[in-house]
């Protein structure tokens, strides 16, 4: 195990050791915010969605959530709102929620939990956190199961299959693409799909054509809201002719970004369309 993963198991232990004190002093949260939408989506998983009170913008998934006042979004969040919601827990994304709003509402005395999503395994462990705090341990624990079963069908399934180099476009202007710090990217090499930019830093680069060419890509994976025009002007753009050959495979970002267990079905259906293609 690498010194990273072991940090992180510790930092997880550390956790679920703080949050069984806490729960051994209070009851369950009932007024709860989330800061992020997959995290709104994890707690109406673990069956919580009647205390979900407040989310930011982009919450959109499961259906539920639309009818859920919205508290923030890029912009900021709006303190007042939160405020009057008078939550007894926040779950806030570590990493991808600004430090100074995680900051700031600590200073109003509000209870804010930080959850990891930045690996596959991050997905199962964040289930866990969010379990216990919710009290929905024996939830948590089915839906981990169900995670890590699907995990090993899709490893099982292919097995012993080539490998082929992939970059995951999410934007063309400036050209950017996921690295492997993200699960989907990460997912997919269950199915051999390799990512070119595998040891960065951050989820997501800003990268050009030259250092994609040069790392011998196969396949190209575009968002589901490229238009068709917009893919006709990415043949040229990635300059492909008789000479080069590389392929196309569009995937559902709304899910494929979304750090759940729903993530698995986008990588399900872009190593199911890559397998068909060759």
Not at 209 to 221: D, G, M, Q, W
Not at 227 to 253: G, P
């Amino acid at each position: 195990m690498s010194e990273k993963r072991k940090t992180a198991w510790l930092l997880l232990l550390v956790v679920i050791f703080y949050i069984s004190a806490l729960q051994a002093n209070q009851t369950s949260p009932q007024r709860i915010i989330t800061l992020s939408p997959h995290l709104a989506e994890l707690v109406v998983l673990l069956g919580a969605g009647d205390r979900l009170l407040g989310v930011v913008e982009h919450s959109d998934f499961p259906e539920q959530v639309k009818m859920i006042p919205r508290v923030g979004g890029a912009a900021g969040l709006d303190l007042e709102q939160i405020l009057s919601i008078k939550p007894d827990l926040i779950l806030a994304w570590h990493g991808g929620t600004r430090e100074t709003d995680i900051v700031r509402l600590k200073q109003l005395g509000l209870r804010v939990v930080s959850i990891n999503s930045e690996t596959l395994q991050d997905i199962p462990d964040s289930i866990k956190i969010i379990g216990l705090l919710l009290n929905q341990q024996q939830r948590a624990t089915g839906l981990i199961e169900e995670f890590n079963t699907r995990l090993k069908q899709i490893s099982e399934r292919n097995k012993n299959r080539a490998l082929h180099p992939v970059f995951i476009e999410i934007s063309s202007q400036p050209l950017m693409g996921l690295t492997n710090r993200h699960p989907f990217a990460a997912g997919l090499e269950l199915c051999g799909l390799i990512n070119i930019f595998p040891e960065q830093d951050k989820a997501a680069i800003i990268t050009d054509i030259e250092s994609v060419f040069s790392r011998n890509v196969e396949y190209v994976l575009l968002r589901q809201g490229v238009t068709n025009n917009e893919k006709l002007a990415r043949r040229n753009f990635y300059q492909i002719n008789d000479d080069r050959t590389i392929v196309f495979v569009s995937f559902d970002e709304d899910i494929a970004f979304r750090q759940t267990p729903r993530l698995l079905y986008a990588v399900i259906y872009v190593c199911n369309t890559v397998n068909a293609s060759k």
